[in-house]
């Protein structure tokens, strides 16, 4: 079974202890951690993600691409990340597949679930990848601890860019 996990990324942006700050200081500092949180997210869990924002905080038409192998979507102009989602439950339903829908929007909810989408909570997605970082900070310590040490001396910031790299993010 595939497992398909739709995000309503400004929503998250939104209820995230972590995000909200970013969200006040820099939008795109937000959104950009959404999407290293949701590779993680993807990378640990196998599911397939794909983040919606709504177009109407960011200039210009409606746009998809791959980042950190996550699905990214900004609807068209005068179209919610909302009704993109509901549209989505729709047409990606299919035998082997189940459709997750991470949203704390009650109309949303209601209509998702009438497509046969389970709904996620921006809680319950916060507290889920917090125990994927929990586990993957567990694992970086143990295989330190397990190598030998390394002959060059890294500084913090490098040694935590060549993480990032390593485990697929930018």
């Known amino acids: 079974m595939q497992n398909i996990l739709l995000v309503d990324g400004y929503n998250m942006i939104g209820a995230w202890k ?9 939008f795109e500092d937000a959104r950009r951690r ?8 993807k990378a640990t869990m196998g599911w397939r993600v794909i983040i919606v924002f709504d177009a109407h905080l960011v ?22 990340a909302d009704e993109r989602i509901e549209k989505m439950t729709r047409d990606l339903k299919a035998r082997n597949v189940q459709i997750h829908v991470a949203t704390s929007d009650m109309a949303e909810q209601s209509v998702i679930f009438g ?9 319950e997605l916060e507290i889920d990848v917090g125990i994927i970082q929990h586990r ?29 790299w390593r485990r697929g993010l930018k």
């Open 59 to 80: 200039p210009g038409v409606e746009q998809t691409y791959i980042e950190n192998d996550v699905e990214v979507i900004y609807t068209r102009k005068n179209e919610t």
């Open 136 to 164: 993957i900070t567990h694992d970086v310590k143990g295989k330190q601890e397990d190598k030998p040490p390394s002959r060059i001396e890294l500084k913090p910031d490098v040694a935590l860019m060549f993480e990032k």
């Open 18 to 26: 972590e995000l909200r700050p970013l969200r006040d200081t820099n």
């Open 34 to 41: 959404l999407i290293e949180l949701m590779a993680e997210y």
């Open 115 to 123: 497509n046969g989408a389970l709904r996620k909570s921006a809680r």
